[in-house]
């Protein structure tokens, strides 16, 4: 167990709960901007054109219209994380249907509205491809026939339509499936779902006095936003100042930039302020869902379960345009290994360009398709040889000082436990069961690791002048309770109680870089720069204390709130003491800082070829295991999740409460994928943009047993032994049930996702000897 803290490991209320509750939380629209003009899009048609040309002088002319902005306007700036490809409107050619080709700035919805309509688009038709395997044939159309020539920050592999191809390789292949007993071959598919946050995407721009953009808007980054909207106007990131409001939601969604360049480029124009702010079936076209997949794997292992040999074949669907694609099929490769030892790997990870609305970040980053993938085999294997399937993966599961795939250490490992204590409650049990005639009970397991260490953040620390704290950090939070878990740490190092620290809002212009919140890293990595800062503030403290006590800073404790002289506790100087002192009598105000980056160590090329991989070092390995229990009604083909239990390794709880909230949303989020999420198009054309069409998951969907278990196993890096579990809820969820529903009907459905009539297609095919159809 760790050792007890004053404020971390409490399970405190959130410092945003009063807001919440109490209705008080500004989100974008609550913010108003009466003198804003409405800005609104006109949306391409066609999944792949020429732009012949654009025409809007009738739409210039409707009452209260101030400005048309196309393609032939901007400057010729690409945007995007990895591959500079995409740019604010489409020039020359537009590549997917829902793609922005013209922006309206007007006084009312309504002369913008009659404004689109009237704008004339002459398109000349190109051939499409909409899948990724079509886009991968010899012949293909291609759709960014200048891909060689786009900025990369990374030495991509690139080839046709494949704009990222990352490969992993360990040991010597043939040789681990030469030395296996059994080689299992399989593919399975995964499809597209959109992120559903509630609120939706919008902006408020315009451009002040002194000639910068102001923007406001709700976004996982204020300084990625920053960039993006440079990038791709070609102008001073120190021009833009982007203000973020509360957000109703990200999951990865707003990462990049949504809507931002677009107000910018139409503020820039009219030289008034801009809103422009999505509806529902906008988001839903021209948001960035998960990725679609298939996966082909080979692994080899021994009669008695060791696994010898593995090889994974990824392709992902990257829609239109690159976006965070190769960093998702990048880091999906370097997890399909899974959280276990083989020998012998090769891993291969195609991002594939085609004429689909492009896909982003979504909540696990490319690992919820390579597991369930991985952990659907697995749960195969285990049936071939007769092992349990828990027992099959502790054998070959990781410890601390195991390597991970390309030869980085684990440095905290509670695998083990993990898999005890969420099978101990779930009620692990391989005997299946029937609770009337038509319905079928099974049990399913699945594990995962992540990452939470991943990249760089910044974070400010100053005393004021009554010794109480201000706190500055890049985090966004979404929801997730960033700003009360950073706030414990702060408390923490500085040895005060949180009422006493203010988590200031983010903006960019005060705020200390962050790249966003997401990847699970906001414990573990902008943690690690708070506390640096807070460490920072506390030294000074104790260096103005020792000088105006006249004793050295080692004789010095900090005691509640108070700075005093070990051994002599009536020699002493409060926080408030101190706060005075530094504005009005000597040393000046404390200010603090703190910088983190994961800077090592690296990958290990003595033991691993690695190429075409977007990320520099990744540390601080989460692990976690889901066991499940489902019922399936065999006439309907619907699956039911009846108990779960998910057990999680997060380093150090910061805060109980909020890491067990974030594994049950995380579940809730995975069950969706698993059993009726889809984004569905046609021709590239999306039919179910609304919540009409697109289900997610209610209170009734959740199981009514499920169980958020908490395993600490201390990473030496994190701070106060912490790492991250934003994700990690999510990624094994999806593979945990769908074994679960192998395990009830004695057939495997290798498709997500489960609806029923999949699981009925499956059980006819099972009667007559077929195998199961096929994913379109």
Request: some cysteine; glycine content about 10%.
């Amino acid at each position: 167990m760790p050792t007890p803290l004053a404020v971390v490991g409490t399970s405190v209320v959130k410092v945003d709960a009063a807001e919440k509750v109490s209705g008080r939380s500004r989100y974008f629209d609550d913010v108003p901007h009466r003198d804003a003009l409405v800005g609104k899009v006109l949306w391409s048609r066609q999944p792949h054109a020429r732009l012949v040309n654009i025409e809007r002088s009738r739409a210039l002319r409707v009452p209260g219209v101030k400005a048309i902005v196309i393609g032939a306007d901007l400057p010729d700036g690409l945007m995007g994380p990895f591959i500079k490809d995409e740019p604010i409107l489409a020039k020359g050619v537009t590549r997917f249907v829902g793609e922005p080709l013209a922006l309206v700035a007007a006084c009312s919805d309504e002369a913008a509205a009659e404004a689109l309509q009237l704008i004339e688009v002459e398109y000349e038709e190109l051939p499409a491809v909409f899948t990724a395997e079509d886009a991968l044939r010899p012949g293909a159309p291609l759709l960014h026939p200048d891909l060689a020539s786009y900025v990369k920050i990374y030495e991509a592999v690139q080839e046709g339509n494949v704009c990222s191809h990352t490969t992993f390789a360990e040991g010597d292949l043939d040789a681990g499936f030469a030395e296996a007993d059994e080689v299992f071959e399989d593919t399975f598919t995964t499809q597209r779902v959109h992120q559903t946050y509630l609120e939706r995407s919008g902006a408020v721009v315009e451009v002040d006095a002194g000639g910068r953009l102001v923007v406001w808007s709700n976004t996982q980054s204020v300084h990625l936003t920053q960039i993006r909207i440079a990038e791709a106007l070609l102008i001073p990131q120190s021009k833009i100042h982007v203000i973020n409001s509360r957000v109703g939601g990200g999951f990865g969604g707003r990462m990049e930039p949504t809507v931002q360049p677009m107000a910018a480029a139409l503020a820039l124009k009219c030289g008034k302020k801009v809103k422009l702010y999505l509806s529902r079936d906008e988001e839903f076209t021209f948001g960035k869902p998960r990725h679609s997949s298939r996966i082909d794997i080979k692994t080899g292992v021994k009669r008695d379960g060791r696994l010898t040999a593995k090889q994974v074949r990824l392709i992902y669907n990257t829609g239109a345009y690159a976006d965070d694609g190769p960093g998702i099929a990048g880091f999906g490769a370097m997890m399909a290994r899974g959280p276990y030892n083989i020998p012998h790997v090769r891993i291969d990870a195609y991002c594939v360009y085609t004429n689909l609305p492009k896909s982003g970040a979504f909540r696990g980053f490319g690992n919820p398709q390579a597991t369930f993938a991985s952990e659907s085999q697995l749960d195969l294997i285990a049936e071939r040889l007769r092992l349990d399937p828990i027992e099959l993966r502790l054998r070959n599961a990781v410890q601390t000082g195991d390597t991970a795939l390309g030869g980085q250490r684990y440095t905290s490992v509670g695998l083990r436990r993990c898999f005890e204590q969420a099978a101990a409650r779930a009620g692990w049990r391989r005997v299946s069961a029937s609770s009337s005639p038509t319905k079928r009970r099974g049990m399913g397991v699945a594990a995962m690791h992540h990452i939470s260490g991943l990249l760089s953040a910044g974070a400010f620390v100053k005393i004021n002048e009554d010794g109480t704290v201000g706190l500055v950090a890049g985090a966004v939070d979404i929801g997730q309770g960033c700003e009360t878990v950073l706030t414990q740490i702060a408390a923490e190092e500085l040895g005060v109680p949180m009422s006493d620290i203010h988590y200031a809002a983010i903006d960019s212009d005060t705020a200390p870089f962050n790249w966003g919140t997401a990847g699970s890293r906001t414990t573990f990595t902008v943690g690690n720069a708070v506390r640096l800062a807070a460490g920072d503030a506390r030294r000074q403290l104790l260096a103005l204390a020792a000088k105006t006590l006249e004793v050295s800073p080692d004789d010095l404790e900090t005691v509640d709130r108070t700075v005093r002289v070990k051994g002599s506790p009536q020699r002493a100087l409060s926080y408030r003491d101190l706060g005075a002192i530094s504005h009005w009598v000597s040393g000046g105000p404390i200010l603090a800082k703190g910088s983190f980056i994961v800077d090592g160590p690296g990958f290990d090329p003595k033991r691993a070829v690695l190429r075409g991989f977007p990320f520099g070092p990744l540390t601080a390995y989460i692990f976690g295991v889901h066991v499940v229990e489902v019922e399936v009604d065999v006439e309907t083909g619907e699956v039911k999740v009846l108990k779960a239990a998910a057990a999680h390794d997060v380093g150090r709880a910061i805060n109980p409460t909020v890491v067990e909230g974030q594994i049950e949303g995380g579940f809730a989020q995975g069950l969706g994928y698993a059993l009726f999420e889809e984004l569905c198009t046609e021709g590239g054309q999306t039919l179910n943009p609304s919540f009409i069409d697109y289900k997610i998951p209610s209170i009734l969907d959740v199981p009514e047993e499920m169980t958020a278990i908490i395993v600490e196993e201390e990473d030496p890096h994190g701070p106060f032994g912490a790492k991250g579990v934003g994700e990690p809820g999510l990624v094994a969820t999806a593979a945990a049930i769908a074994n679960a529903v192998s395990h009830a009907l004695g057939v495997r459905l290798r498709d997500l996702p489960l609806t029923p009539e999949r699981v009925l297609a499956a059980l006819e095919a099972k009667q007559g000897t077929l195998s199961p159809p096929r994913a379109p």
